[in-house]
């Protein structure tokens, strides 16, 4: 899977991230998305590093989309501690 197809993963893994987190983002739309594709990459990349669990070639892997997903949620998460109350 190429870099492509990573930012279209971290597109939708941020758009889930979202679904799962509703509110008010500091960031927006855009930010969102920016936290989304940020949070494929590194979930990826923790998965492969430290769950001895290589990401897949194919799109569709059930692991690829949990690590991406799962790093979302994690930056998302610290974007709101750290930048939540700015809007105020």
């Known amino acids: 899977?190429?870099?492509?197809?990573?930012?279209?993963?971290?597109?939708l893994a941020g758009?889930?991230?979202k679904l799962l987190l509703p509110g008010r983002d500091p960031g927006g739309l855009i930010g969102t998305t920016l936290i989304g594709i940020a949070g494929a990459f590194i979930g990826g990349w923790l998965s492969a590093k430290f769950l001895d669990r290589p990401i897949q070639n194919q799109f569709f892997d059930a692991a690829t989309w949990g690590s991406a997903i799962a790093g979302s949620l994690a930056l998302l998460i610290g974007y709101r501690l750290l930048f939540g109350n700015s809007r105020r």
Not at 1 to 9: A, E, P, Q, S
């Open 15 to 17: 758009g889930i991230a």
């Open 1 to 11: 899977m190429g870099i492509i197809g990573w930012i279209i993963l971290g597109l």
